[in-house]
């Protein structure tokens, strides 16, 4: 490999880690705290902030303009919206904007109160949108989420038929626990902490995150996931109802008349520009699931893809042999209706049957990315074996306190300035190149772990510890090896190359099968164990690679193109 090559290598790295970085960093560094705090909220929360900031910033607008000021700087944000508005319209742009000039430039104040609305709301969830992008602090660091849930007896009793046994129960939660692991993981958390408890209750502490809704994701259709069909003529009737009365509701007004038995009424939603559920209508589908539907445990597989004629978000989701059965009977005997899916008792999506589907493949659309995405995830783990209720839902704060992660990170800190003196000390020159390998190492480390979203706790610190001394280790067989050539009276340009060649093996030996230990333990262990598995095998690939391609590459630069005779390794050989 070439020196160039080598270069390249290393700057497209270094290119990689500042991009994976950077979120991190203007997170914890950079964000206010008031402004964390709004990301971390609710949804909801979000747009009551946002529509509360539009309204003051048109109070305040409207006072500048019937003053005459120029635009506040606060809100210089809206000249290029104006800009547009006013390019639409074929009227002349000013060159110094003033209050007057902004507001002219809307339809009216409603619009305006859109286009400030739509900045504080962006301004926000750009930030929430980051925290999934940024290296996540455990419980035993900055605190996270405990949730206790509890598994309902009387839901597993009604699937069953009978009341459940003992271990018929402890089976069942059982599997509720793996299908919740299973959801965690690919809503992209790690090293979530579960253990079931007496009573038949579920602990989930999910650390690095104290977001309640980013949680409540988690458990998206957690006890109930079907497909139903939905009842055309009475949903129809309700349609009309709705348009008539605005704001009807059944929970308000009862349920109608029009309503026939076997017929429930289900409120259809959603989602809005926040994020949040959003009810469209109420519609009425049958309520007997045997007859009229199909229970979600009989999905498989589900995946987002794109339509090829529209390029809109598709859900593809495959059934299992029985379900494809039913599948194929259910659309079979309803073409022409409509088919919804329901998951706890809301109707996310509906559309008309076409045709009989009988492969058991099935292609729903009508969503947003975003929402196929969710619909894909609770369709691939499915309906849970038996209902869960949150008992408890709480932000729980670090379990070391402030006092000792400080403490942590300045001994830390210590350690490492220790190994750069002494590296310096001892090696000299080569010492230097060592420390600087070994800062690249600890910025790859970080690197990977930030796009990767991982979450950081005390044993993965444990973990970065080790790789530095493992890095700092292979430093020392790599220089000692140059030393031996250097001292057979060798140049420095053979020296070094015989020097790594004789080190490669031994550090490749050594690498390897840590390595190797640190994969069976990230697929064995679980919580704080995957953790710090993780963290070494990420820790070990950086450091094999800053110590055999960047150490290298400074050497070669040193002895090749700058042509010196004369190695800083030692103060023997000085």
């Known amino acids: 490999m070439t020196k160039r090559l080598r270069l390249l290598i290393i700057l497209v790295l270094v290119a990689f880690g500042v991009g994976a970085i950077m979120p991190t960093l203007r997170w914890y560094f950079m964000v206010p705290e008031d402004q964390k705090l709004l990301a971390q909220s609710s949804r909801i929360e979000i747009r009551d902030w946002a529509q509360s900031q539009a309204r003051t910033a048109i109070d305040e607008l409207r006072a500048s303009a019937a003053a005459g000021d120029p635009l506040p700087q606060d809100y210089t944000f809206l000249t290029d919206i104006a800009a547009e508005n006013l390019k639409s319209i074929d009227e002349p742009v000013p060159d110094t904007w003033s209050t007057t000039d902004v507001l002219a430039s809307f339809r009216d104040e409603t619009e305006a ?24 602090l455990g419980l035993d660091l900055s605190g996270g989420i405990s949730v206790t849930l509890e598994a309902d007896r009387q839901s597993l009793a009604d699937r069953l038929g009978q009341q459940p046994t003992a271990a018929q129960m ?5 599997l509720a626990v793996e299908i919740i692991r299973n959801r965690i993981d690919r809503f992209g958390v790690t090293e979530p902490q579960i253990r079931t408890t007496e009573n038949n209750r579920i602990v989930i502490e999910i650390p690095g995150d104290n977001d309640r809704e980013r949680v409540n994701s988690f458990l998206l259709g957690r006890g109930s996931l079907n497909f139903r069909i939905v009842n055309n ?5 309700l349609l009309q109802l709705q348009a008539n009365n605005p704001g009807w509701s059944p929970e308000i007004d009862g349920t109608p008349d029009f309503i026939p038995a076997g017929t429930e009424v289900s409120e259809y939603v959603k989602r809005d520009s926040y994020g949040i559920d959003e009810r469209v209508n109420w519609i009425a589908i049958y309520q007997d699931i045997d007859q009229y539907g199909l229970d979600g445990s009989h999905i498989q597989d589900a995946q987002v893809a794109r339509d090829p004629l529209t390029n809109q978000p598709t859900v593809n989701f495959v059934l299992d042999s029985e379900g494809a059965d039913k599948f194929a009977a259910l659309t079979r005997d309803h073409v022409g209706t409509s088919l919804a899916i329901v998951m706890d008792d809301t109707v996310r999506a509906y559309a008309r049957i076409q045709e009989e589907i009988p492969t058991g493949q099935v292609r729903i659309t009508g969503f947003s990315e975003e929402e196929a995405q969710n619909i894909a995830l609770v369709l691939r783990t499915a309906a849970l074996p038996v209902d869960l209720n949150v008992v408890n839902q709480q932000v729980v704060g670090a379990s070391l306190g402030e006092t000792a992660i400080q403490v942590g990170l300045r001994s830390i800190a ?4 220790l190994i750069i ?21 600890l910025f790859f480390i970080v690197s990977i772990l930030s796009a990767f979203n991982l979450t950081l706790t005390l044993t993965s610190i444990a973990g970065i510890i080790l790789t530095v001394g493992m890095a700092v280790d292979a430093n020392v067989i790599i220089f000692e090896r140059i030393k031996e050539e250097y001292r057979l ?8 190359r015989a020097g790594f060649q004789k080190a490669f093996w031994t550090i490749m030996d050594a690498n390897i099968t840590t390595f190797i230990a640190a994969l069976f333990l990230s697929q064995l262990g679980t919580g704080p164990i995957q953790g710090f598995a993780v963290t070494l095998a990420v820790g070990i690939l950086s450091s094999m690679f800053t110590a055999l391609v960047v150490t290298r590459l400074f050497f070669d630069f040193s002895t090749e193109t700058l042509k010196r005779s004369k190695l800083s390794i030692a103060w023997r050989n000085a």
């Open 113 to 136: 109160f859109q286009a400030l609305e739509d900045h504080y709301r962006n301004q926000i969830l750009d930030l929430k949108d980051m925290k999934n992008r940024i290296v996540q």
């Open 170 to 174: 402890d089976e069942a939660v059982s």
């Open 233 to 237: 003529d009475a949903t129809q009737q």
């Open 414 to 417: 210590l350690g490492f300035i």
């Open 421 to 441: 003196i002494f590296m310096i000390l001892y090696y000299k020159g080569a010492g230097v190149v060592a420390d600087v390998a070994l800062i690249l190492n």
């Open 489 to 496: 009276g060798k140049g420095a340009r053979a020296s070094v």
